[in-house]
């Protein structure tokens, strides 16, 4: 079994949505290894003096013997202007894990776009590396059933800043921006014009 991952964001010398990380990190360790006990975030990312100026990408993995690795590189958004729908409806990517080998078969499939959007069974769900947020010129929709529950999609939804809602891959052109969202991108901080 790969080791499961999550990926949290050190901004201003903090890191952020932590509680969304370890409740995570809980679901899945309850799930493969109900046995284990369940490490905690917090405790050993306030180990380190994480620099103010700079943001930091931080890579936890995990398993049944607790966090196995932890490395920080820092972080710069890629830049996303045109996006392509991929349609795939057996993927599964239901708890996040260092085993992306089916999202990256798909991405080979971006032809001139910088980046895929995943259609399952007709409905959009996420980017290969990050949740979506759609804006129909009055609020920002997410997809009801993406591949993964993110964090900052889950904190996002918890302060009503974004509403689910299914989402069909011939509704795509009607909305005007998406938004990509992970633990990385806030919303609104790597958007895309629809055309």
Avoid at 29 to 37: K, L, Q, Y
């Amino acid at each position: 079994m790969y080791p499961f991952v999550e990926t949290i964001r050190i901004e201003d010398g903090v890191p952020h949505n932590l509680y969304y990380h370890q409740l995570r990190m809980e679901r899945t360790m309850r799930r493969f290894f109900p046995h284990a006990s369940v490490p905690s975030l917090k405790e050993k990312l306030n180990k380190t003096a994480w620099p103010s100026d700079t943001i930091m990408k931080v890579h936890v993995e995990y398993s049944g013997q607790g966090i196995t690795l932890v490395k920080a590189v820092e972080y710069h958004i890629r830049r996303i202007r045109k996006l392509r729908l991929v349609t795939c409806d057996d993927i599964d990517y239901a708890f996040k894990s260092v085993d992306r080998s089916r999202l990256e078969q798909l991405v080979q499939q971006n032809g001139d776009a910088d980046e895929i959007i995943i259609v399952k069974n007709g409905l959009l769900t996420d980017t290969s590396y990050s949740n979506i947020a759609l804006y129909d010129g009055t609020e920002w929709l997410t997809p009801k059933i993406p591949l993964l529950k993110g964090t900052m999609r889950q904190s996002l939804l918890d302060r009503g800043v974004i509403v689910e809602r299914d989402i069909t891959s011939s509704d795509y052109l009607s909305y005007k921006k998406v938004s990509l969202i992970n633990a990385m991108m806030p919303l609104g901080r790597c958007e895309c014009n629809i055309p």
